[in-house]
């Protein structure tokens, strides 16, 4: 069965810390990992990963896929407390038509 | 600028009731996909559809029927509303047919009572 697992469940720093989030995943037919971040409540996109050992950076976020090791990790630096949301790790499986499986998220809380 | 549209927002059933949740986008995507988010379990996929009069089953579809008469629409049907179908919903668009890069809808918060 397809399994996605994100660690931790949940962590609290403060503004300034930064943060590694990771996601482990058993999946058929592995596609791609997707790193989504969800305030209040429609998740938004953050990266796409394919390609093993090649980071994704947006500003203070950067994210690499291990494909051997089947782990992929979310980097947040020099964090804000606006990056307080559930972030969301999906793999996308060739089954079911391209389908993703999502972990059940890491709830970061940012203290100011 | 709409992006991917839900309604409505928030409802509330009682058991055996049917309804209907309405899906709506103006981004031309092929890929449109509903899931049920529950605390703990991350997100399930429950039905998707790769283009206009195409769906198929996701993981958990039991109690649910969709139908994809036009690009733009996804509506998602519960036929006999069910306490275990308590949940936010969640539509979900993407420009081609991977299922990738997904755009969110707002959800739907359901209780049935």
């Known amino acids: 069965e397809d399994k996605v697992v994100q660690s931790p469940l949940s962590l609290v720093v403060h503004e300034g810390d930064t943060v590694t989030l990771n996601c482990s995943y058993e999946v058929t037919n592995f596609r791609s990992l997707l790193w989504y971040k969800q305030e209040k409540k429609a998740p938004t996109f953050l990266f796409m990963l394919t390609s093993s050992g090649i980071e994704k950076k947006s500003g203070r976020l950067s994210s690499i896929l291990d494909k051997k090791e089947l782990f992929s990790i979310l980097n947040i630096t020099a964090t804000q407390t606006g990056d307080s949301a559930v972030y969301l790790c999906?793999?996308?499986?060739?089954?079911?038509?391209?389908?993703?499986?999502f972990g059940a998220g890491t709830i970061l809380r940012v203290k100011s | 600028n709409a992006g991917v549209t839900q309604t409505p927002k928030f409802q509330v059933l009682k058991t055996g009731q049917s309804m209907t949740l309405q899906c709506a986008q103006d981004m031309n995507h092929e890929y449109m996909s509903w899931y049920r988010q529950d605390p703990g379990m991350g997100l399930r996929l429950i039905h998707y559809?790769?283009?206009?009069?195409?769906?198929d089953q996701g993981e958990v579809p039991n109690g649910y029927n969709v139908s994809r008469s036009t690009t733009e629409d996804f509506p998602l049907r519960l036929l006999s509303a069910a306490p275990s179908q308590t949940s936010v919903y969640f539509c979900?668009?993407?420009?081609?047919?991977?299922?990738?890069?997904?755009?969110f809808g707002s959800g739907t918060q359901l209780s049935v009572l």
């Open positions: 559809s790769v283009g206009a009069g195409i769906t």
């Open positions: 979900a668009s993407s420009y081609g047919g991977t299922g990738e890069k997904l755009f």
């Open positions: 999906a793999v996308v499986s060739m089954e079911y038509g391209n389908k993703l499986v």
